[in-house]
């Protein structure tokens, strides 16, 4: 601080803290504590506002438990509540989704660390960086294509015979769940790249050279190196999962219900802005437990991630 | 069996490869298709219509027109925000720092549809309508981040000694902000430009929840996608994916002639 004060006077220094405020105050932390507040305002008509019945209450989180439809989940059927199904299911699909995606890149980012010459590389990640670079919207939208009940990839299955008559891929939470993982896959592979990367390869020939099978080497020296890698790489694909609209929106069936759509059903729909704060806290308050128990799992820190 | 492996892992690497790249070329062959659904089966000959058409819809110019307004002010409010911020983070220290740093970095990992909605009502609360400008409010409070942390790693190579030589023979705060450590930091607020730019055209949480009426990009194809769509859609995808590859291939380009100037300079 007294740095900057002598490097840039008073001025300047005035300048930047402004700044910082500015966004840390009115583009952050403000409109937060706006939304927890109307998150327990009840949803009255404009002349009602400010009137008696305008009271803090939990009653728009209690809304989460009103109406409960019969599901069952790993061979056992219960009771629960529509929107707490919702939001389970969108967690749980968000991990399988994770798990998935690092499931698909690790090979992908092992490959390119190590296997790949280092001449073709600058081209192998100009390649995997067009997907990235088309907008989110279009990659979903593409999926829609593929994924058509007449579309391209019933026809190819046909033809090759592999089907004898049409699968409906766009069904419950499937096609979902394929669009993210094509959609945040990079988001995964490439803090794996960058952890794999800085492992030393004399490390894995000294492995080779003892006579360690190919998967002790990578469970053993790989992946605890690649360590901060993963949890980045998970807390990124969970976040961008959990928080999607656009890919649960375009590719989701008529059995499909995302967290983030109920939210924006009581926002756009209800036009009940105080349960749609409830209903956002809830999500912002999910991820953090999410990202918080990653960062313990796995003990790294949050500048670690964002990298 | 270390070649077997080998070639398996080749396979692999191409098969990803296929994988990232079909749907993009699917949802690019369907705008040539001349039928009413996006699709490349059945093909019923090739039509450039689709073009045609999206030329003439003047929705989407709208869309179009949006999007670069607003990509424009994210990105220049965002480099300010996130230059500054990096400046400040550099010189503080401690727990001050840790935890400033941490709600800075923080913003990247609240999901859109919070960002949106808190925006939204605190603007709202002061009598401020929603529309674009609200947009591009709740697009910087996460995107300068982006800018800060390419920012900041560019200060770590910079030597505060030229300042303090700039200081002492008697150069002013200004000009030592001006001609010493913004040059240094150039590179790195461009590419932080260039980051929030492309961030802010691919947004649709945020935008989604504050535009009021307004259509950006995104959202003008999100709602054709929805409601009954032609491939007019694809006949714009095909135009943003060609951008795509042409900034891609210019870039690789400038990389390649950067090597061959490095290689001709130091010969080993």
């Known amino acids: ?307 | 069996m270390y070649k077997f492996r080998q070639s398996l892992a080749h396979l692999y690497m191409g098969a990803f490869l296929i994988y990232l790249l079909i749907p993009l070329l699917v949802m690019a062959g369907a705008a040539f298709n001349d039928s009413k659904l996006p699709s490349i089966v059945p093909w019923r000959g090739t039509t450039g219509r689709w073009f045609v058409e999206l030329a003439g819809d003047e929705r989407m110019w709208l869309a179009f027109r949006n999007t670069l307004l607003v990509a424009v002010a994210v990105a220049l409010l965002a480099i300010v925000v996130g230059t500054a911020a990096a400046i400040l983070i550099n010189s503080i220290s401690g727990r001050v720092r840790t935890v400033i740093y941490g709600m800075m970095i923080s913003t990247i990992l609240i999901p859109g549809a919070v960002i949106g909605i808190s925006t939204l009502l605190m603007w709202n609360k002061i009598g401020v309508p929603p529309g674009l400008h609200l947009s591009v409010l709740g697009q910087v409070s996460y995107i300068a981040a982006m800018v800060m942390l390419l920012v900041l790693a560019r200060l770590q190579s910079f030597d505060p000694a030229l300042e303090e030589a700039a200081l002492d023979l008697g150069a002013s705060h200004g000009q030592v902000m001006r001609r010493i450590l913004l040059p240094h930091l150039y590179p790195a607020i461009g590419a932080g430009a260039a980051v929030a730019f492309f961030q802010s055209i691919e947004n649709f949480n945020v935008t989604q929840f504050t535009r009021g009426g307004a259509d950006t990009l995104t959202v003008y194809v999100f709602s054709k996608v929805r409601a009954g769509i032609t491939p007019t859609i694809n006949a714009l995808a095909v135009i943003m994916i060609g951008i795509t590859i042409v900034a891609a291939i210019l870039y690789e380009l400038r990389r390649r002639r950067i090597e061959r100037m490095m290689a001709r300079v130091s010969p080993e």
């Open chain 1, 1 to 307: 601080m007294q740095d900057l004060l002598r490097r840039y006077g008073p001025v300047l220094t005035g300048f930047i803290i402004l700044i910082v405020a500015f966004w840390l105050l009115i583009l952050v932390i403000i409109p937060n504590i706006t939304l927890f507040e109307s998150s327990f305002r009840p949803y009255l008509p404009v002349s009602e506002i400010g009137g008696p019945k305008d009271t803090y209450s939990l009653n728009n989180y209690l809304k989460v438990f009103n109406g409960s439809i019969e599901t069952s989940f790993l061979g056992l059927s219960f009771q629960v509540p529509v929107h707490v199904l919702t939001f389970w299911l969108t967690i749980w699909y968000s991990v399988v989704v994770t798990a998935l995606c690092f499931a698909l890149a690790y090979p992908v980012a092992y490959y390119m660390a190590k296997i790949a010459n280092p001449r073709s590389l600058p081209t192998l990640t100009l390649l995997l960086f067009v997907p990235l670079w088309v907008s989110e919207v279009l990659r979903a939208f593409a999926w829609w294509i593929i994924l058509a009940f007449k579309g391209p990839l019933n026809s190819l299955l046909l033809f090759i015979g592999a089907i004898d008559k049409p699968i409906r891929w766009i069904t419950d939470y499937d096609a979902v769940m394929i669009g993210l993982v094509y959609t945040y896959i990079l988001f995964m592979l490439f803090p794996l790249y960058n952890a794999i990367s800085s492992l030393d390869t004399n490390q894995i020939e000294a492995a080779e050279d003892l006579g360690a099978p190919w998967w002790k080497i990578h469970w053993r020296i790989v992946l605890p190196h690649a360590k901060p890698g993963v949890a980045s790489g998970a807390v990124m694909v969970f976040m961008l999962s959990a928080g999607s609209l656009l890919v649960p929106s375009i590719l989701g069936s008529t059995t499909s219900q995302w967290f983030t759509q109920t939210i924006q059903q009581w926002m756009n729909d209800a036009l009940d802005w105080n349960t749609a704060s409830a209903y956002a806290f809830l999500l912002l308050f999910l991820c953090t437990a999410f990202v918080s128990l990653v960062m313990w799992v796995f003990r790294v820190k949050l500048s670690d991630i964002a990298k």
